[in-house]
């Protein structure tokens, strides 16, 4: 099972490398990573934020 919680220490915490991903402020942003479901189907990542709360579209 993915752990995001353990992901986003790892990746985006105090202690990581990648200094300029550290998150400073707070909005809502989902992803959802999903499985394929038949053949043609190669499976995928979904990202959701609200733009009200943020930059507008832009996402970095």
Do not use: W
């Amino acid at each position: 099972m993915f752990k995001a919680k353990q992901f986003v220490d790892t990746h985006f915490g105090k202690n990581s490398s990648a200094k300029n991903l550290q998150f400073r402020k707070g909005t809502t942003t989902l992803a959802f990573i999903y499985e394929p479901k038949t053949d043609a189907d190669v499976g995928g990542i979904i990202i959701a934020v609200d733009s009200r709360a943020s930059a507008g579209e832009y996402i970095c």
